[in-house]
């Protein structure tokens, strides 16, 4: 499994995982929905469950569900700030198209 942080979103998701008592890393997964039909879902995990899958990036571990992990192998995340807004970004190889907002892709 490769999954990549940036510099940027290593040190964001590094700041949130010191603001919590639980969260051990950062769970990445997908789910059916937006205009594309895929969307990206990024939390704070404090478990790992036995059919994860685990591996860590810039010192941090980033936790990947069995059924998302097919979408998101080789997928780079970024940070980024435009104007007054900021979010996580992602490059995703198996993604065919993407919505214009970069929140929903298909493959």
Not at 10 to 26: C, F, M, P, Q, T
Request: charged share 25%; net charge neutral.
């Amino acid at each position: 499994m490769s999954i990549e942080l940036s510099r940027r979103a290593a040190e964001r998701v590094k700041k949130y995982l010191s603001e919590s008592d639980k969260a051990i890393g950062l769970r990445l997964a997908v789910k059916t929905t937006g205009c594309s039909g895929w969307a990206y879902v990024v939390q704070l995990t404090a478990s790992i469950e036995k059919t994860d899958h685990v591996c860590e990036t810039q010192g941090v571990k980033i936790v990947i569900d069995a059924e998302s992990l097919p979408f998101l192998d080789g997928t780079r995340m970024d940070f980024t700030r435009q104007g007054l807004g900021e979010r996580f970004s992602f490059e995703n190889p198996k993604a065919a198209a993407e919505c214009g907002c970069g929140e929903s892709f298909t493959v």
